[in-house]
């Protein structure tokens, strides 16, 4: 029987951690962090150890890693959390560059600081295939290669028997290959950091729910935490924050893991290494292989919640789990008698013009980070340094990259938010019809008008 919900297979596999304390009283900081995912631990982590003396508090309403750090696919990838257009529109053309750089070398970071705190996360860099396995995929995956290269990201064009000798997928007509991603095992990952933190000398109190940020304060039910600094680190949950219900759109990923695969279906797939696996599709998917011998594969399923509702501990609607399992088998159909062991879902923050921001307002000591739209493992780690930077007052190179600071403007009120969305991810699932089960070999032109009105162009 399939497990839904349960937060995810990454915590089902390690167990859920014990709470750590609630906070108790009000008390003083230096650095107040909301929010206690990847974010929040990488800027604690950071801020700690470039100055030891300082007093920081992190604040998390379930447990360390509960959001989408636990849930997420497992991708360590340096794809940018944002369009290069709208980032080049600001710091022109050597910013991209520059963003794209500190990106690759986020990938690394977190292997090495991984390495050097003992934290053991199933981390193994083979890089990164996405795959067209329909003919209308190979013209956009030829102009996304090409792309990449004209702002000098290190992606290589490789043909369909290239692809099948990295992975088996079915109906394979080429791939995007780059080095800069590795796999993890994203809740050994966040946990690990969690401890590494602690270890600095960071409180981290669990159960303890922000109800209200303000100028140098974050409120809690059980006191009010005052420091210098407070920086909000809440991704998807951002909408449920007073005056944050526009800023950030939770959208939902789905994912879906199968029982342990035997050695003699691995032949048949012949994905024999750790690549990560993404494809052409618009409402695309991504997978990983477990170091245990599974297939975990996620999509979008149902994108968004209306009123920017969140799910329970996960559980994830039955069609969107039917959805992938047909997915998976599409690709794999040596996968069609495994078994799904579990399902779940999880949101990440999607910002209005889809281009992540991180920034500090000195004036009233506010920081933030986030809309990472689905690439946030190693955009996380790019924050932490970011925002330790803006917190000590340091003019550096991260500080000056294009997210930094951007100003987005709000997602539209409801019911136009949900009305949106919706109709954006149908036109999707019909031009993915149209182009796989239809014979088109060009994109479907309703998708193209669904990334206009969408902002993602």
């Not at 959208?251 to 052409?280: F, K």
Request: glycine share 12%.
């Amino acid at each position: 029987m399939t497990v839904n919900g349960e937060v995810s297979y990454w915590y089902r596999e390690i167990g859920l951690p014990a709470r750590r304390p609630p906070l108790e009283r009000s008390l003083e900081a230096d650095v107040c962090i909301v929010g206690g995912g990847y974010t929040g631990l990488w800027t604690a982590y950071y801020l700690k150890q470039a100055d030891p003396g300082l007093r920081i508090v992190v604040l998390e309403r379930v447990f360390a890693g509960y959001g989408a750090s636990g849930r997420n696919g497992g991708w360590i990838t340096a794809a940018l959390a944002g369009s290069r257009r709208r980032f080049a529109a600001t710091h022109g053309r050597q910013g991209v560059i520059d963003l794209q750089q500190a990106m690759n070398a986020s990938v690394d970071e977190i292997i090495a600081v991984a390495a050097a705190e003992g934290i053991e996360a199933d981390i193994v860099k083979d890089g990164l295939l996405r795959v067209a396995h329909a003919p209308a995929h190979l013209p956009r995956l030829r102009a996304q290669v090409a792309a990449a290269r004209e702002w000098a990201d290190d992606v290589t064009l490789l043909d369909a028997e290239q692809t099948v000798a990295r992975i088996g997928v079915a109906g394979a007509l080429g791939a995007s290959f780059t080095p800069h991603c590795a796999r993890v095992q994203p809740a050994k990952l966040v946990q690990g950091l969690s401890h590494a933190v602690e270890r600095l000398g960071v409180r981290i109190h669990e159960s303890t729910p922000v109800t209200d940020i303000a100028p140098h304060q974050a409120v809690t039910p059980y006191g009010t935490v005052r420091a210098a600094y407070v920086i909000r680190a809440t991704e998807g949950f951002t909408a449920g924050l007073p005056g944050e219900r526009r800023t950030w759109l939770p959208m939902n990923s789905s994912l879906i893991v199968t029982e342990p695969l035997g050695d003699r279906v691995w032949e048949r797939i012949g994905w024999r290494g750790a690549e990560l696996l993404g494809d052409m599709s618009h409402a695309y998917i991504y997978a990983q292989r477990t170091a245990d011998g599974r297939i975990a594969i996620g999509g979008r399923g149902r994108p968004y919640r209306f009123g920017s509702r969140t799910d329970h501990d996960g559980r994830t609607h039955a069609s969107t789990v039917r959805q992938l399992r047909e997915a998976l088998v599409r690709l794999f159909p040596a996968v069609a008698r495994a078994e799904i062991a579990h399902a779940w879902s999880g949101v990440l923050g999607v910002p209005r013009d889809w281009c992540s921001t991180a920034g500090l307002d000195l004036r009233t000591g506010l920081g933030w980070a986030g809309g990472y739209v689905g690439h946030g493992v190693a955009t996380t780690n790019l924050a932490g340094r970011t925002l330790r930077d803006l917190v000590l007052g340091r003019r550096s190179e991260l500080t000056g990259l294009p997210w930094v600071g951007r100003s987005v403007r709000k997602w539209e009120p409801e019911p136009l938010r949900w009305l949106g969305v919706q109709g954006m991810y149908a036109a999707y699932r019909e031009a993915d019809r149209q182009e796989t089960t239809g014979g088109r070999v060009t994109t479907a032109p309703i998708a193209r008008l669904a990334d206009r009105v969408a902002g993602r162009e």
